[in-house]
């Protein structure tokens, strides 16, 4: 059974950088048969796929963040993270990561397994 689980600050001033941190356990991020994928939801909003890390440490981000969106991996660690740089008050919300099987970084793919969530504030 796979397990995700996300960290990082909560909280974020405008301008700044978001760092976050997934760890897996119960499964490898070296398996890229999965894409390790970030996804967020923001207030009163739909779920927003932000973009995935997979095979070989090949990534894929959503156009609209792709300048702004960096997602590295850890293998000693066995953990995948995120960076999102310029915050702003529109990128608050839920932040989720998620092990997506099959279709292509988001197109078809099961998001099968998620971790809990994490809040995140953007505020001065």
């Known amino acids: 059974q796979v397990q995700l689980q996300e960290s990082g600050p909560g909280l974020v001033k405008p301008s700044q950088t978001l760092s976050l941190t997934c760890t897996v356990t119960g499964g490898s991020i070296t398996n890229n048969d999965y894409y390790w994928s970030w996804i967020r939801q923001p207030p009163g909003k739909g779920l927003e796929w932000v973009g995935a890390i997979g095979d070989s440490g090949s990534t894929n981000y959503r156009p609209s963040l792709k300048s702004r969106t960096s997602i590295s991996r850890d293998t000693s660690k066995n953990q995948f993270s995120l960076q999102l740089n310029s915050v702003t008050p529109e990128d608050a919300g839920v932040y989720y990561c998620?092990?997506?099987?099959?279709?292509?970084?988001?197109?078809?793919?099961?998001?099968?397994?998620w971790g809990q969530g994490t809040q995140v504030t953007v505020s001065s």
């Open positions: 998620a092990r997506g099987d099959g279709g292509s970084w988001n197109s078809r793919v099961s998001f099968g397994s």
